[in-house]
């Protein structure tokens, strides 16, 4: 079993900033590249940063700029910090691995998702 636990999350004001967390555990024989997506109400799920295992990085277009994805690979854990943030940016927040299981399984896996509310 592979399970990812997101933290952070919540609400800020326009122009704030929150920091979202996701630690991966469990039977995980490779981790390889780990990001964060988010689905806004009505729209569909989106990449919003993604970063490799040697460090390599990718963001949308929307937060490029306020966004930052790092990670700890000694902790298979990965961070976003949100900085600037805008109502636009309102969404269900979700963790996102690919890695090999015990099993030599390649597959990606999801956390539960985390709501970030940007309202005054």
């Known amino acids: 079993q592979v399970q990812l636990v997101e933290s952070g999350g919540g609400l800020v004001q326009p122009g704030g900033s929150l920091s979202l967390s996701c630690t991966a555990s469990?039977?995980?024989?490779?981790?390889?590249?780990m990001g964060w997506y988010r689905r806004a109400p009505g729209k569909q799920r989106d990449l919003v940063a993604r970063i490799t295992d040697g460090g390599a990085t990718n963001y949308a277009d929307s937060v490029k700029g306020r966004f930052t994805i790092s990670r700890d690979n000694a902790r298979n854990t990965v961070t976003l910090q949100m900085n600037s943030l805008d109502p636009e940016d309102t969404a269900v927040y979700y963790c996102?691995?690919?890695?090999?299981?015990?099993?030599?399984?390649?597959?990606?896996?999801w956390g539960q998702g985390t709501q970030v509310t940007v309202s005054s």
């Open positions: 996102n691995a690919n890695l090999v299981n015990f099993d030599y399984v390649s597959r990606d896996y």
């Open positions: 469990g039977s995980i024989r490779r981790l390889y590249h």
